[in-house]
């Protein structure tokens, strides 16, 4: 079992930056994709950012392309994402998610999740 915990939602402004991150456990699947996703509210989840397990592939939505970045704290066992410049469109609870399959893209088939955090971007 591998579990996942996200921290570091918020409620900011727009313009605005925040770091999510989450902390892997369990049975540490070295060679796992993992991957951001998230929902806004009444809207179905959707993919945000991916990475492979080696870190270097990462995929991003077009929605966030040029604003966030995924990253992966091997020495604390953790995945991060960074987003920048937010925007009120980006509120959502953000999820984690690792693929056992090893790719990290938004198709792949992701076996754990995390609880979500809420992001709120005021405009």
């Known amino acids: 079992q591998v579990q996942l915990v996200e921290s570091g939602g918020g409620l900011v402004q727009a313009g605005a930056t925040l770091r999510l991150s989450c902390a892997v456990s369990?049975?540490?699947?070295?060679?796992?994709?993992m991957g951001w996703f998230r929902q806004p509210p009444e809207k179905e989840r959707e993919f945000v950012a991916g990475m492979n397990w080696s870190g270097t592939n990462k995929y991003y939505a077009d929605s966030v392309k040029g604003r966030f970045t995924i990253s992966r704290d091997v020495a604390n066992n953790r995945m991060l994402l960074q987003m920048n410049t937010l925007k009120p469109e980006d509120t959502a609870v953000y999820y984690c998610?690792?693929?056992?399959?090893?790719?990290?893209?938004?198709?792949?088939?992701?076996?754990?999740w995390g609880q979500g955090t809420q992001v709120t971007v005021s405009s």
């Open positions: 369990g049975r540490t699947p070295s060679r796992y994709g």
């Open positions: 998610a690792a693929d056992a399959t090893g790719s990290g893209r938004s198709n792949s088939k992701y076996d754990y």
